[in-house]
């Protein structure tokens, strides 16, 4: 997957985090071009307030792909008034706000856009103390989710633990998750999706008893 190069991504990172209005060049709020931004963003909330929080996110990442397509690693600042990046900014903030309210889906997806940034930012030692807020924002979400029995939830925090993503990395604490992962798949009788899950467990602790007795078990089914 692609992402916009790492000064786009810390200032779009940055005025995402702060406010979604605030956007580069955009501080006369009376600019006429800054207020059909508002307003095609208060439309687009209107409009994903009547969506499912995974109907939101498949948006969001639609609308992330058109933006790579017609910006590539460039950053420019019309990017702001482009129709696609209020989309994106219309569709965070009610994310955000459903997650505030601990809605398990809208945790997860919301989880997974903030771990993308943990991730890209983990990986620039330029980006230093702005990683901590997208890692523990992603962490506290998944786990929101984990907490009402979602399988991915639960893989997606093995892998923070695996990579060290905001976390302290930790094969045995990753290990654990995708098993708790695998025993919710095999649960919601997705036998393929256990399978994996455990071979992703016994990929990073090959001895694990427990990985090995859930593999058992399924094998013998």
Known sequence: ????????????????????????????????????????????????????????????EKSSELLRLKYGDNFEPRIYYDPENQKRAAFFIILRERSKNKEPYACLCYGLLQLRLCRVLSEQTEAGSLTKEPCSDAL??????????NPAAMQFIAIMYKDGLGVKKSKYVAADWFIKAAKQWHHLNSRENALSTIEDALNIVPDHPGALRLRKLLFNE
């Open 140 to 149: 506290e979400n998944l786990k929101v989710a984990a907490r009402n029995n």
């Open 1 to 60: 997957m692609r992402f916009l190069n790492y000064t786009s991504l810390i200032l779009i990172t940055i005025l995402m985090m702060a406010s979604p209005f605030v956007v580069y060049g955009e501080l006369n709020t009376a600019d006429t071009r800054v207020q059909e931004r508002l307003r095609a963003i208060e439309r687009y909330k209107s409009e994903a307030k009547l969506m499912s929080s995974y109907k939101i996110y498949q948006e969001y």
